[in-house]
């Protein structure tokens, strides 16, 4: 790596060396606030992390395979220059056994059966439900299966992440997703950007995803009123149940989907590398770049 001439340093992963859809405009911004910014894969050994004044967690899609490098990498790094979203909650974030904190303390989380290594499994008696890993992303590792009918499937399914030592979230199956589809809430420094509709993922016993994820269909989306109010209150409930506040994050992600009764039920809380979908938003895309930007440039001084 040649000298740093930028102040800021935006984490990805080797295989989007180059960032997402995103990179583009939120580079852009930056450079319009005085603070120039290049990609850096976290995986480069060769990059000095302590010659930014700011590191970025993004596209690090590939976490997952080897979370425990990925947490060592964040605390690493915010011991020689700032980090965001800061390292404790990258650690928090990773593993989705949160959503159980999130849960007690009163949140409306989607209700979910914990299996860990040497644990039995029975599959489920009826309707459909989601198999897959605490620590994953993209949808990596994860499938719909249908109870009486992929019985088998689910089995081996489970056992095989507990076999490798994985935790296993076994979450019923919200079928408001197929015609409602996911409501992800975008925050940058901690208030509303915009939001986007997120079409469905997953069909019964696919094939697992190979990639890095899998491919979305997005919209840009006005959330209802409930909506904001639901992802409002899993934002200022992480001063009690996370290493640190919602007015610490640079970015978040709040996905919600409507449960039985139509009221939000919260499905993921991504602090670590969600897609912001910056180039989603329907009011104006330079202007969630704009919010995103700020929050970057006010963490790094």
Do not use: C
Not at 203 to 214: D, P, R, S
Not at 267 to 283: G, I, K, N, R, Y
């Amino acid at each position: 790596m040649g000298p740093v001439t930028a102040r800021i340093a935006i984490a990805t992963a080797a295989e989007f060396p180059d960032l997402d859809e995103d990179g583009p405009v939120l580079l852009a911004a930056l450079a319009e606030r005085g603070f120039p910014a290049e990609p850096a894969v976290w995986t480069d050994q060769d990059v000095d992390w302590s010659a930014y004044e700011l590191v970025a967690v993004r596209s690090t899609w590939d976490y997952q395979h080897h979370r425990d490098d990925f947490v060592r990498w964040a605390h690493r790094v915010a011991g020689v220059t700032r980090l965001v979203n800061p390292a404790p909650v990258l650690e928090w974030n990773t593993d989705k056994t949160y959503l159980r904190a999130l849960s007690d303390a009163g949140l409306p989380v989607v209700p979910t059966e914990w299996k860990v290594p040497g644990d039995a499994y029975t599959p489920r008696t009826q309707g459909e439900y989601v198999v897959k890993p605490a620590v994953s992303a993209g949808s990596r590792d994860t499938n719909r299966y249908r109870a009486g009918e992929h019985d088998e499937l689910a089995v081996t399914h489970v056992h095989e992440l507990l076999a490798a030592g994985r935790t296993v979230m076994v979450q019923p199956y919200l079928d408001a997703v197929d015609t409602a589809g996911e409501t992800a809430l975008l925050f940058s420094g901690g208030t509303f950007s915009h939001a986007i509709r997120k079409g469905p993922l997953l069909t019964a016993a696919m094939e697992l995803v190979q990639g890095a994820y899998k491919p979305e269909e997005i919209q840009p989306r006005e959330p209802t009123a409930r909506e904001r109010e639901v992802a409002e209150q899993v934002l200022d409930a992480l001063v009690d149940v996370s290493p640190a506040g919602r007015a610490d994050l640079a970015y978040a992600r709040v996905d919600l989907v409507p449960g039985p009764d139509g009221e939000p039920i919260l499905l993921e809380l991504e602090l670590t590398e969600p897609s912001m979908f910056l180039v989603h938003d329907a009011a104006d895309g330079a202007k969630a770049a704009a919010l995103l930007a700020d929050a970057l440039a006010a963490a790094a001084g």
